[in-house]
């Protein structure tokens, strides 16, 4: 009996340790930039963040402000300013710029090379590295499912939540969040979604924008009475990393404000 009771132990612990070790995995036959981008353009996206000294920062704006506006007259650079803020709350005295490079990496590769052939631009390269402490940017490819960013008026503050995802999950994700949008869209919060192809991996961003943190609040709570976002919350949750939230406001150029 003991010698019976032994063994059926040890199948049981087997297949439980088993079962905590192994997983299916689903074949892909593309990689997920394919899988998850819209098929319909070839748009790429980047997200600047650059860290500014706080002395520096009202001078850093408004030469930001000028720099862009010219860039945005020259019809033969293939790229936009979707949006340019200041952080609020999260990391203090920090700009945050995303741009738009109509087709793709080609387009983004003639922006530089003309850029660099632009003495103007080059000078201020050179005014703006005397303001920064530091920076860093990522290039994007939007969401499939997700709004594409257009101009929008104002007043408004956004939130940029970023999410930094366990390797691997990115389709998981986007599967639930292809659900979960329709919950977000009543309030025409819902600004652009976007996942990176270049710089920090598996990281996830989502730009939402309110009238006022009440608005931003409430808007949140309405999406907990609807029923399947919970849903969405129980299986997105188990990705996630790490998880950061800035709330910006639109600098005055900015064509989201």
Not at 14 to 34: I, P, Q, T, Y
Not at 60 to 83: F, T, W
Request: hydrophobic share 35%.
């Amino acid at each position: 009996y003991y010698y019976y009771y032994y063994y059926i132990l040890a199948d049981y612990d087997e297949g439980w340790l088993r079962s905590m070790f192994a997983h299916k995995v689903d074949a892909r036959k593309d990689a997920h930039s394919n899988l998850l981008s819209k098929k319909e353009t070839s748009n790429l996206y980047k997200i600047q963040f650059h860290n500014v000294k706080p002395e520096c920062m009202e001078a850093y704006n408004k030469m930001s402000d000028e720099v862009q506006r010219e860039l945005h007259r020259d019809a033969d650079y293939p790229c936009e300013v979707i949006g340019s803020w200041n952080t609020w709350y999260g990391e203090q005295d920090q700009a945050v710029h995303l741009w738009r490079y109509s087709g793709g990496y080609p387009a983004l590769t003639e922006c530089l090379r003309k850029l660099n052939s632009n003495m103007a631009y080059l000078a201020f390269r050179k005014e703006r590295s005397k303001m920064l402490i530091s920076r860093h940017n990522q290039l994007l490819l939007e969401f499939s499912f997700w709004n594409e960013p257009v101009p929008r008026s104002g007043p408004n503050i956004y939130e940029l939540r970023t999410y930094q995802l366990v390797p691997g999950t990115m389709i998981e994700w986007g599967n639930n969040w292809a659900r979960a949008i329709k919950y977000r869209q009543e309030n025409n919060e819902a600004v652009g979604g976007f996942f990176t192809q270049i710089g920090e991996l598996y990281v996830v961003h989502h730009l939402w924008a309110y009238k006022d943190l009440q608005s931003r609040q409430e808007t949140r709570n309405t999406a907990w009475l609807k029923e399947g976002w919970d849903v969405n919350v129980h299986y997105t949750m188990p990705l996630i990393q790490k998880m950061e939230s800035r709330i910006m406001i639109p600098m005055e150029h900015s064509p989201l404000q």
